[in-house]
């Protein structure tokens, strides 16, 4: 059972440049998000996703596009690389069962942006 | 406008002494809390959570206290051991809802 899945974990890009970081889960979670953490920021929601075909904005959108075409995969875009996304992005995945709920997290992507 | 704040951004407490960790939130609607646990180049891990339905909750050495009507969550470890050494996250997140709120961290350090 690998859980949630990141690729790639580390990658460089050149400002303008654009990539997708790739997350995959294998739990049947309905729910997934992106975060990126920054020194004292903490972990900042990008975008999530309530089911496939369902996507919306989380706290910090701009600059990056999602999209849900299956329960299992959660692909993030960065249409054109800034240096201010140089960050540590996370995926994770989850349930809610009443009010019991739990997020697992993949192992991260380190991105950097010259 | 953070919802869920750590004041502390480190603590470091000696091993075998007890480490207390402390959140607030400003949001009433959230109706369950959750510590994350994050070592270096790792991705956090769930480490214990409670609901709004309850004041305290044990799980081994980790038990965590919510205080709702100070809005305030607390996570304590007895007794604390070096493996604790990570950056700890208090989350939230409301009734009928997916999206976690998280806070900004605190370091605990557990000195040998």
């Known amino acids: 059972n690998a859980g949630v899945t990141q690729t790639p974990k580390f990658q460089v890009l050149k400002t303008g440049q654009s990539m997708t970081l790739q997350c995959a889960q294998d739990?049947?979670?309905?729910?997934m998000s992106w975060y990126r953490q920054d020194p004292g920021m903490g972990l900042r929601l990008i975008h999530y996703?309530?089911?496939?075909?369902?996507?919306d904005q989380g706290e910090v959108p701009n600059g990056y596009n999602v999209s849900r075409s299956t329960t299992e995969d959660f692909p993030l875009r960065l249409l054109s690389a800034a240096p201010s996304q140089t960050s540590v992005y996370f995926c994770a995945s989850s349930y809610r069962d009443g009010r019991d709920t739990e997020a697992f997290f993949g192992q991260g992507t380190r991105l950097t942006v010259v | 406008d953070q919802q869920v704040k750590q004041n502390s951004p480190s603590l470091s407490v000696q091993e075998g002494r007890i480490s207390i960790l402390n959140c607030d939130y400003t949001?009433?609607?959230?109706?369950?809390f959750l510590w994350y646990k994050k070592y270096p180049a790792e991705g956090p891990t769930f480490l214990i959570s409670?609901?709004?339905?309850?004041d305290k909750n044990e799980d081994g050495r980790f038990t965590v206290f919510l205080n709702k009507s100070a809005k305030h969550l607390s996570l304590h470890i007895v007794p604390s051991q070096p493996g604790d050494s990570a950056v700890y996250f208090c989350?939230?997140?409301?009734?009928?809802?997916?999206?976690?709120?998280f806070g900004t961290g605190t370091r605990l350090k557990v000195l040998a």
């Open positions: 996703s309530v089911g496939a075909g369902i996507t």
């Open positions: 409670i609901s709004s339905i309850k």
């Open positions: 949001n009433s609607m959230f109706d369950y």
């Open positions: 989350a939230a997140i409301s009734s009928g809802t997916y999206k976690y709120i």
């Open positions: 739990m049947n979670h309905e729910y």
